[in-house]
Nanobody, 121 residues
Framework: QVQLVESGGGLVQAGGSLRLSCAAS????????MGWYRQAPGKQRELVAA???????NYTDSVKGRFTISRDNAKNTVYLQMNSLKPEDTAVYYC???????????????WGQGTQVTVSS
C-alpha cells in the first residue's frame, strides 16, 4: 500500500508565499516523476509542475518564475514553493507520483488527497 500525504496549504494574501509538501510512504521500490496538479472550481485538473527522479523540471506557463518544485529522494518527498501568489492560483492542489512497486511492477500512478490553497485579493 502506497500513500501520498500532503501538507502546507492554507489562506494567504496576494503576493504572499506558501510551501506545499508531499511525502510518499509504503511499499515503494522507486519513484519516477513526481508533480503537483491543481483544480479550481468549475475547471479541469491541470499540471502545475513536475520533476523527474534526476531533477529535471517543467512548469505550466502561468507559474514560471513564481513557483519552484523540488524533491528529496531520500525522504520520498516533493515540495512546491509558491511565491508571488495570485488569486487565480486558488485551487485544490494534488500531489502525484509515478511509482515502481518492484522491478517488474512499474509505472503506477498515485495521488494525494489534495490540499486547499486560497489566495485573497
Amino acid at each position: 500500500q502506497v500513500q501520498l500525504v500532503e501538507s502546507g496549504g492554507g489562506l494567504v494574501q496576494a503576493g504572499g508565499s506558501l510551501r506545499l509538501s508531499c511525502a510518499a510512504s509504503g511499499s515503494i521500490f522507486s519513484i519516477n516523476a513526481m508533480g503537483w496538479y491543481r483544480q479550481a472550481p468549475g475547471k479541469q485538473r491541470e499540471l502545475v509542475a513536475a520533476i523527474t527522479s534526476g531533477g529535471s523540471t517543467n512548469y505550466t506557463d502561468s507559474v514560471k518564475g513564481r513557483f519552484t518544485i523540488s524533491r528529496d529522494n531520500a525522504k520520498n518527498t516533493v515540495y512546491l514553493q509558491m511565491n508571488s501568489l495570485k488569486p487565480e492560483d486558488t485551487a485544490v492542489y494534488y500531489c502525484h507520483a509515478d511509482i515502481d512497486l518492484s522491478w517488474y511492477q512499474s509505472g503506477y500512478d498515485y495521488w494525494g488527497q489534495g490540499t486547499q490553497v486560497t489566495v485573497s485579493s
